[in-house]
């Protein structure tokens, strides 16, 4: 086994990892990056999530509430010639951004390359050390070799706190009851109508393919990513709620996902006025997972403070997207107030129970009922960038002290 040593390493390639990497680089600590798939982007390049939600509040004119380095993701995918401006979708009335997952990749590729972050893809982190209330080391392995990264700082961006829970933590999962939100199979199809699709129309093309027979058809409510004046898009309705992330568990699921596809586009290519042409092409590579593990942290955003838009003095990020709520057959909006948000303190990136573990994005320290806002990719981009800071600090100084974090992230640009 090799060994590496770094300031901060960060695990978990998505939207929160990506940011956290290049914050803390930028901020002068030496930093590795690992992601075991063969791209950057998490569940935009991998499960085929197709539209950046949370980089704008939802109001008649919304405005953008994260800067930073989500920002000049946008700024790279312009130069690539995608459309940045925010679509309004026709039933939920939400802002987002939609792209195509292969601009993406090359974007966060190119802007890794750079800069002085280390990262590795197709390198999966498979084993944790603790001494003495600290994560000393981390074991990642590649078809070659283990390797054993010692840091002074980690930061869990796995997205299901992966790194937490190797280090034997207790985490959260779902709801007091333990119930979790739905994880979608995302399935290109073609021949959709190219205007905005709206939910009622698949949902009652859903509930017709169910009364005639159609089986594997379970969710009612959901919706088609489209391609901006195109006729295909990411269909994300066929749905399942693991019970766990064991292989075993996932092997069912995605045995599932992939019959449910194809009984979702025979019931919507059947029965959805203007779908007549709709083909399945092909279903994305991993599940989409909205709700799994998280981190519990010194603060724990509460489902209240985000529906109230709470303000806060150690605020490290803005968080804009309403609860977005998939359980049961459909998906739940709870708005804030127009053109609102809430912040995001400090200690929902910092572990409660070891003090160098630092953590964003779908892994953040929240109740299930705010995770549903908070885990979108622009409000990741944000909390990303933040833990990367924190983490940079706690590597150079043994603490951090939340003024100079802030200040750190106002020079980076970032919206707080
Ligand atoms: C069906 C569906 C639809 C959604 N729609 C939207 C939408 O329209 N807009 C939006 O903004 N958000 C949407 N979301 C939410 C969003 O996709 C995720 O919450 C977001 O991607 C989380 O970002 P992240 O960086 O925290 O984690 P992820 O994107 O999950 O990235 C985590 C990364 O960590 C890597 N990783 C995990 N464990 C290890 C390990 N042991 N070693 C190495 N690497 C590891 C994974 O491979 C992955 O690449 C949707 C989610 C789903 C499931």
Known sequence: ???????????????????????????????LLVERNASFGGEATNSWVSAFCGFYTKGEKPEQ????????????MREYGEDTDYVINPSTKNASIRFHPEVVK???????????????????MIDTKVEDNKLVSIIIMDDE???????????????????????????????????????????LVTGVPKEEIKIDTLEAAIKKGK????????????????????????????????????????TKDHIALRKQALAYTKAISTYGEGFEKMHLLATAPYIGIRESRRMIGKVIIKGEEMLEGKKCDDVIARAGWPCEMHKGTGVKFTAMKE????????????????????????????????????RVM??????GHAAGIVASVYAKDGNYDTKAVQKILKDQKALI
């Open 106 to 124: 090359v974007v966060l590729d190119d802007i890794l390359s750079a800069s002085d972050v280390d990262y590795r893809l197709c390198t999966t």
């Open 65 to 76: 509430c994260v800067y930073g380095i989500g920002e000049e993701v946008l700024a790279k």
């Open 339 to 374: 053109n609102d948000w809430y912040d995001i303190p400090i200690g929902a990136l910092v572990s409660k129970d070891i003090e160098n573990i630092f953590t964003a994005g779908r892994s953040i320290s929240a109740e299930s009922v705010a995770l549903a806002s908070l």
């Open 211 to 250: 009364e005639e027979g159609i089986k594997d058809l379970h969710k009612e409510r959901g919706m088609i990513i489209k391609v901006r004046n195109e006729d295909y898009g990411y269909l994300t309705i066929p749905s399942v709620t693991p019970k766990d992330l064991s292989g075993e568990e996932l």
């Open 145 to 187: 070799d283990k390797y054993e990264v010692y840091a002074d700082a980690f930061v869990d961006c796995t997205g299901d706190a992966n790194m937490i829970h190797m280090c034997g933590l207790k985490t959260m999962w779902g709801d007091e009851d333990g119930s979790i939100q739905q994880s979608s199979l995302s399935c």
């Open 1 to 31: 086994m090799q060994t590496l040593h770094y300031d901060v390493v960060v695990v978990g390639g998505g939207a929160a990892g990506v940011a956290a990497a290049l914050a803390s680089s930028r901020n002068g600590t030496k930093t």
């Open 378 to 383: 622009g409000t990741g981009f944000a909390t």
